[in-house]
């Protein structure tokens, strides 16, 4: 038996290959096919789209990143989205990637090794910016581990990427967002959706008799996308890295940070036309629809480049779309990981969206808005020695739970809004026990009626049977007033992000830190002397609590705060009301001089846009 492991780790050792990706993150302006204007975007070594990185189980990888970013300058940072960085097995948390959580920023200039193997992972991941919004302009693409013992055959794979894209840059875009004119937080509306980076149908080659294994991710920043493929089954094999019972399906449903997996069975014969792969956007979850907003891209797959290009013939109805879409509630993994029956600790999280005193629409769990803190927090917990497991120390504006070793956690998440919500938790894949179904989807609502409309989860009434065999993954969705609860092992010390993938709701605070075993993590986790010099080139402290004091760790001053509350009594539309008068004034103003218009207005064009779109959405006269 000893005999059989040495061999067994020998074997390990040298089979594992090491990958080295040496990338220089700049600012390009390129011209993406379909897409009317140049757009810019964050490029690697002057190339875009980025690369598909593949890897086998086991093998360690080297990301060197250098931050080039310039006009505008910003800090950045890389996280491979569904990967554990497992310290049991000799990884390191500092190489998962979100700024201000698991390290420093990366400024101008400075380079950041991101060293990491996957022992214990296989199938569809990808790598994204994890710095504001910064990946919605193109920092992003595909991470596939592949298996040596693959559970099913396939001839040829392909990845494909799903995504919304914004032709102004993400953070103007993210300033209009996030500003008191735009006081009911709408998202912002994309422009346009991408398939694989372009705006223009796909050619998928496919030879007569053939498998494909076809790997779709969505990347993007906000919109879920349903797949179709014409008169050909999509038989679903991975969801999120997590192998599941082969399911047959003509419908895929993927919200941002998803990925599925499917097998297609290509005719066995020239079928002597080609198909239409249909990728629709999920509009209900836009605050409103423009009429010129593309919802439908009909990628080919292509028997042969001579016959027509396919159509959309079924031209499934959103309806249809939804009914036929696989539910991954009643999906089963294929190693049958049995349901944690009980739990030892409930967290519960409510979701709500509401504005605070500056006029800013913002999103809560339990009222709380993550407010990053002034360094990261795993420099607290590793500096902290046995104060680590003091909540204290972390300050009061980051939704974080102190995780015990071993312990099953189930956490519940109540959705007290009517947004589409996918969640995803860094450094572990969660047990979906309960997931109802949306309520009110794509209604107009009151927000006074959010409590209501809600169905949160009552534990002495689920709403379903608890699976016996639950649906394992690392991004679920939250539907619409809806609720969702998941159960995991606290068996990855660490500091781990939860939060929203749709990253405009991630800028508003739509996220939770859990704080896994920090004495056990303090044991495993040295910083490298590049971990350092990145820090030192931020300018962030090693050491200290949330707000960076070292001399007594409960001293809270300076720690970034959400801002307080609407003054009591002074509602939305009270709010509404005064900043339409205010642009009253300076809109009759405007009739007066232009010139003095320019100086009255307090920031630019944008905000002289986004009043104006107030005004007329609300059917102001002025
Ligand atoms: C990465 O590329 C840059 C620019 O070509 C080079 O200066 C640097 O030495 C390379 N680093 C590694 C680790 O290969
Ligand atoms: C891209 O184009 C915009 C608008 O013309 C310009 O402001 C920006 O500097 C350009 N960026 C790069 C990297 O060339
Ligand atoms: C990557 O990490 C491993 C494990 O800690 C270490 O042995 C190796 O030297 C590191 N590689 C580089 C290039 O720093
Ligand atoms: C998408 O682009 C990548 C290259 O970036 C390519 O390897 C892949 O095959 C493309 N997928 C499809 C479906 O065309
Ligand atoms: C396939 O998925 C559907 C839900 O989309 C579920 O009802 C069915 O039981 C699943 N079948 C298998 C074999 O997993
Ligand atoms: C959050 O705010 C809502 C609405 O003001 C209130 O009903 C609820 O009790 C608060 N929840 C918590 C956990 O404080
Ligand atoms: C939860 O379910 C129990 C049992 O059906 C019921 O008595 C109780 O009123 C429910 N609680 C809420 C808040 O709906
Ligand atoms: C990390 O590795 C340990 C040891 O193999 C294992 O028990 C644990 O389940 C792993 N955690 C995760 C999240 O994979
Ligand atoms: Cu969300």
Redesign the pocket.
Known sequence: MVGFLVLALLFQCCAAATHTFNFTA????VTIEGVPQ?K?VLAFNDQWPLPEMHVTKGDRVLIYLTNMLE?PRMPTSLHVHGIFHNTSLGNRLQMDGPSMVTQCPITHGVTYLYNFTVPEQVGTYWYHAHQGAQYGDGFRGAFIVHDPDVPFHYDTEYTMTLSDVYYKPYYQVERDFLSRYNPMGNEPIPNDFLSNETAVPLRIPFTPGETYLLRFINVGLFVSHYVTLEDHDFTIVEVDGVYVKPNVTDVLYLAAGQRISVLVQAKKEDPGKNYALVQVLDDTMLDEVPKDLRLRAVNQIVYDDKYADAEDTQHLKRSELDKRAANDFYLTTLNEWDLYEKYDQQIVLDVRMGSLGDGVKYAFFNNITYTPPRIPILNTVLSSGKLATNPAIYGDNINHFILEKDLIYEIVLNNYDTGRHPFHFHGHNFQVVQKSQGFHVGEDFDPALQDEMTVAYNESHPLMDFPKRPMVRDTVVLEPNGHVVIRFRADNPGVWFFHCHVDWHLEQGLAAIFIEDPLTLQKREKFTDNYKDVCKSANMALEGNAAGHTDDWLNMDGLPRQPPPLAPGFTLKGYLAILISTAIGIFGLYSITQYGLMEVIPDDETTYNTLKKVLDDNNIEY
């Open positions: 700049a600012w390009k302006n140049q810019q006009h």
